[in-house]
Each structure stands twice: as structure tokens, then as C-alpha cells.
């Protein structure tokens, strides 16, 4: 940061060259200041570097995930993009005009001058913390930020690719939420983390974490610090702006990141007195006396709807905030009183019409209480704020009724003409109360297990009732272990029917009930796909390809038991076990599986190791074949043929018999080659390949490639296959985003796109037309309708 806004930012003395953990080489960083933390990953750095400090990506040498499942330690990864840095921003004009920075009121552009300083500070840490008392402005100031600074502002230094709110959020919802604000998709951190070694760097910003989980998970702040966001510490490229008051979350980050930037919106430099005295003019109500009220926006807000509010400034923003929410609250009618405490029980933020609702509480009386309350950050989402106000209404109110709470919400759904509730017509907002209220009052509630409501409901407040059933050591059914696969806490699914169609892929083999349920809703939607079946392991890796030579006709399936044959068909696995390889049980994020023209397979891991697997007795390829291979990051196999992508975005193919190896002219793809298959096509042999730039490409050895990829996204591609099948050949091809879609050769238009909860590791098509994916932890098989 500048000098001018160094004096108020807290920085923890740092020690000479970084914290290391006990057992680390020198130049190896995790987490900063917690190398070694159960989840975090760790990098071997070039010398010189502060581990706790910002490194580009081409300045980590390697880096090791955390142990598996089972204990085994991760497999060492050298970085491909070490020792190149990645391209600078392209050049502005000099007469370019520079990108205006919203208005930031209250006073507080001194705040805002110095995260922008931190920002854009190389030399500062990856972690800042805001705090402060309730109504200091913290949210506010952290939206003005990423408002400031939008993922493609000219300046790198000046960024922000996530805001994410981390109110009523579980560690679960918080992180599919992330992933999807990242272009990426993950149901657990570990997926996240895992999704994070693209070597992008990204800026992170996370509001009301003190708020995550809401009151019945109340651990969940804590856990949300140390499951997702202490091991997104340990990303070197990764920077991370939290709002965390002083509590058990903040010492958490604290620990991890000892050496992070710490601003206290209670300080009093941070805010302008002269700006903030004029804002104070602005304010509708009761004058404020803005030395009273100093530094906090929240306090002043408050005081302008108190009469005869004259907090002494010499007591700390907290304390005078209790004094005034004493004097508001004395002074608030008794119509109005009951209305407020309507609204305490409702764990808000809510709308004025659902607040009106609710018992106690009419449009007249809610219309009443809301001009008492400063305004809403949000428009027509209305809470007790601040915090102290909150607390003493919740003090002073009667134990919630949850039972009562859940008739009375009840009674505002739309009734159908047969006389059922028309949840598809309610608005989410009191579907998600009604689930509130339910699970409070019995974690095992009857409506957990409502399908419609689960699909029509907010999300996260599903995902936190799931939570609070499991925490109360209620066991998972095969709805919420559906649920927690289909990681639906995201923009990407908010359509109901979306959600059917996901939902009933995790539920196919496991509840035929609610999963032909789900394929209804889903049908009446004209969703174009649906769910044939499911293997689920007892513990992944999954990975998933059709058999050639002596498996021909059986799917190969790898999972954390082993390799195993199975019934394209159905899924089911044969009783014979066509091989029993121990190495590569340990691969927990495989890239590729594919079987051999030698009558084996070959598995490729995520450190860029191919693992040869014997199946039937047939070897995967001939011993020290792949010892004349260089870095490999694809493969793909059929018939004579065996493709490889490489690092440097070329792709070479090999026919088996003969040996002829082709290869494009130049690179189809800018960046390694991420996913491969190869299928008969027109008397030859037809290449898909997928890349990091996002782009699948077709193309056929000895003719010339296409003018155009036949697909691109702005992610990498995860996956991709090519098929023959009764309807033609079909292409499939997944991003890292979790999309997945699905085209007819020569029909553009005609397939379908969709998400199946987690990035698809390995695709592969069936001669009878069914698409097989293989997720972390599962694997389904797809078809299009129609």
C-alpha cells in the first residue's frame, strides 16, 4: 500500500524468508503461516520468494495435493508453466481515458483507497481482513470494491473475479456458489482446490462470513474459515479480501495467515470527518449529530431513526450502538413492536410482503415498522441492523413458534385446482422460510423429503437444512446425498426443471420413487437428456471407457476398488475381475482413461504419469513403449490408433500396425491439450480434441483440420468424445464450468446442454448411443431424447 494508507492497516511482523512447515524444504508453502493444513496443497517455489507474499504462477516449480482419502500422500506435480510467465495485459492508449471509480459515500474513500492500494501492492500479503462493529460498513465498502474492479479492468492489478455473500451459506453451498462465480464448478473444497491449479490468478472477495449458516449452524463461519477459505490461502496466485469481525472465524484466518493485512473500519482514519458530516445532513429523519456517531455509517442510520439519540462518542461504535438500539427500541410503538418481533423470528433478510404474513404482523403495521428501521442495503430485503438492535428484539421477544411459523407461511401458497399446494407457483423466498421453520422444529421433517419443494425452494436454504439434519446425526438419505451431487447452489441451475433433471440422474439406482418423479418434471420441461444409470463406488477415483480386444462389448471402469468390467447397458458390474493394478487406485483426479489397441488400457493421472493396466491379461501397451514418450497431458485409443496431447497444445497420432504418426502443422489449441478420443469416420479416423483455450477442435490425419474449432467456451475443456451410433455420430464434449453438452454431428442445434453437479473428468460414447461420464465420485450414463 502506499505510505499514506500503511499507518492503519495492521500487519503482523513477518519472519525473514516466510513461515515453512517443520517438515518443508526450503521455498515449499501451503497455507501461510499453517503449512501442512488438513485440505491445503503445497508448492515448491523458486528461491527468494516470501511464501507468504503473492507468486506468480511461473515462479512455482511444483506443487503436491493433499493426502487422499486413504491416507496415501499426493503425487508430486511439476508445473508446466514454470519459468514462463504469463502474456501481459495488452497495451492502452496514452490517451485513454482511465475507468472511473463508483461513488463511495459516508466518507469512506479513504477505505477504499487503501484495499485498492493492497491490491495492487506486490509486495503485500494474499490475505486482508476487514473488520469492524456491525453497521461499520463493511459489506458495503467490500461491494463497492468489486464494483471498482471488474474481472477485465485494463489494469491486472485491479480485479476482482468473485463477490461472493456468504450469508445463511454452508461450507457445501459456499463453495458450489464460488465455483460457479469462478466459471468452475465443485461440490467440496477439495474439488475446488483441485479446480484452483489452472495457475489463474483471481481475486476473491467474501462478505458477511460472521453470517454464514444462519442461527440453528451456528459453527458454520468458523468451518466455512477453516474448510474452504484457510485452504484457498495456500494457492499462491489466489488473493482473498474477507469481512470477518473479531470471533472464532476471523482467529481461524488469523492463524492460517498470520502476516494478512488487517482494516478496522472502527478506526477513524479510514473514513473522511468533512464527507462524512455531509452525508449525515443527507439522512432522512431525526438530525445526527455526526461526532457522535463517528466513523460508522450503520451507527448514524440508526441514530437518524431515534429521537433524541446522543450517543457519547468517547465510548467504542459497539458500545454506542447498544445505547442507541436501548433508546430505539423504548421508543417504538407497541403495533410496531410486534411487527419487529414478527421480523426477529424470521431470520431474515425478507421481503415486506412476506414479512406481512407472517404472525403478529400485517401490511399496515410491517409498512409502520419499516420506516422506524434504517434502510435496507438491499432494496426490499429487510433485517434488524445492526447486530446489537438485532439481539436485543430477539432478547425481548418470545421463543419462536416454529410449528406456528410454518402454518401461518404455509398458508400464503397458491392452492392447485385439485386443492394441493401449487409450490411451482410460490415465490422461493417462502419456500424457503417454510423449510426454515420446518427443519428447526424437527431436523427429520416430512418436507425434507419433498421433492417439489426441494426443487422450488432457495437453494441454500435446502443445502442448510440438509446440514443441520446431518449435524444433528440424522443419516443421509438418497435425496440429500442427490442433493449434495447435484450441488444445485448455483445460478446455473435456478431453473426448477434443471434441477429435476440433475436431481434425478443422482437418484437413478438408489430412490426409483423420487427419481421418476424428478424424469416427469423434467420431461414436462422438454428436457432434452435423462439418466439410463448410476454407479456409485464406495470411494472414488472414477473413470470410465469402452473395452477393446478382449473387453470389446464391456465397459472398463476404474474406481477407488479397482478396475472392474461392466454392462454398458445397465452399469452392472461383472463378477470377473479383469485386473488388479494397485498404482493406479491411488490417482485421485484421473485426467483420462482409455483401452488400448494391445488389449489393455492406460490410465492418465493428474501429475501427467500414464499408468499402463492389464486387463484379461492383455497389457496396456507393450513394456518401454512409453518410455520414449515426453510430457503427456491426453490420450485417447481405438482400433490401430492411439492419440496424445501434449503441453504445447500439439496433438500426434500413431497407427499401432504400421507406426505412421501424424500430427497438425501447427497447434490447434493455444495451451496444453486437455482431453482427446478418436473414432472411425468416413473411411478414416476422426480427432477430437479439447484444450485449456476452451476450444474443441475435429480433424482427420492426412487432410487438412477445419477453419474453426467446431466449439469454444471461455473455459478449459475437461472432456471430450466421439461415438457411432444408431442416430449418428455424436460429440460430447465437458468444460471446466461443469457443462456438458451434447451434439449430433451435423445438427448444431439439436442436442442439449447441461450440469450435472461437478466437472466431467472422462466422457465416452456407446455404439447404442449412450453417453458415459465420469464425475469425482460417480458415474452416469446419458442418452438424448428425441
Known sequence: MDSDNRAGVRLADRAEGGPTAPDATPGTTGTPGAAGTPGCWQYLLDDGLDPAGRIPVHAVRASVPPADRTGTPGAHRPNPRHGRPLPGPAPVPADAPAPGLPPLGAGRRPAGRALLSWLEDARAPRLCRITGSSGSGRTHLLTWLAAACPPDHPRPGRRVHALLDAEGLTVRSATARLADLLGLTAGEPAELLEALQDGAPRTVVVTDLDRAGGSRLPDQPERLARELLVPLLSVPWLLLVVEAADGPAAEALTAAAPTGAVLDLDQPQWTDPAKYAAWCAGLPGHPVDPAATHPSPGLAQLAARTPGAAPDPARPPAARAAALAEAWWAAVPDAERTALTALAGAEGPISTALWATLPGADAASVAAAADLLPPPPMADRWRLRPQQLAALVAADSPPVDHGAMVWQVAGGIPVRADGGPDLAASDPERLALLLRHASAGDPASPVLGEIDLLLHAEPAAVTAAFQYAEDSGLPPTPITEAWRRAAPDRAATARPADRAAVLHAHLTGRDDAAAAHCAELARQAD??????????????????????????????????????????????????????????????????????????????????????????????????????????????????????????????????????????????????????????ADGGSLVASGGEDGRVWTWMPGRPPLPAPVDQRPHPVTAVALGNTPAG??????????????????????????????????????????????????????????
Do not use: I, K, N
Not at 496431447?645 to 497447434?667: F, I, M, N, Q
Not at 448444431?748 to 460414447?765: P, Y
Open 527 to 680: 428436457t432434452r437428456w435423462r439418466a439410463v444409470w448410476q454407479h456409485t463406488p464406495v470411494d472414488g477415483p472414477c473413470a470410465a471407457t469402452p473395452g477393446l480386444g478382449p473387453s470389446a462389448g464391456h465397459l472398463l471402469l476404474v474406481d477407488g476398488a479397482g478396475l472392474h468390467l461392466a454392462d454398458p447397458a445397465t452399469g452392472r458390474l461383472l463378477d470377473e475381475r479383469p485386473g488388479a493394478p494397485a498404482e493406479p487406485l491411488h490417482e485421485p483426479h484421473p485426467r483420462a482413461l482409455t483401452a488400448t489397441p494391445f488389449g489393455g488400457a492406460l490410465l492418465l493421472g493428474a501429475s501427467g504419469a500414464l499408468h499402463p493396466l492389464t486387463v484379461r491379461g492383455a497389457e496396456g501397451v507393450p513394456g518401454g513403449a512409453l518410455a520414449a514418450l515426453d510430457a503427456c497431458t491426453a490420450v485417447a485409443a481405438h482400433e490401430d490408433v492411439m492419440v496424445f496431447g501434449r503441453p504445447d497444445g500439439l496433438t500426434t497420432y500413431s497407427e499401432v500396425s504400421t507406426g505412421t504418426a501424424h500430427r497438425p502443422e501447427h497447434p490447434l489449441h493455444e495451451g496444453p491439450v486437455t482431453a482427446l478420443d478418436v473414432a472411425p
Open 729 to 786: 455420430l455424436l460429440l460430447a464434449a465437458a468444460w471446466s464450468d461443469g457443462l456438458l453438452r451434447l451434439r449430433r454431428w451435423g445438427e448444431r442445434h439439436h442436442g442439449a446442454d447441461l450440469r450435472l453437479g461437478a466437472a466431467v473428468r472422462t466422457l465416452s460414447v456407446t455404439p447404442d448411443g449412450l453417453v458415459v461420464a465420469a464425475l469425482p465420485d460417480s458415474v452416469l450414463a446419458l442418452t438424448l431424447v428425441g
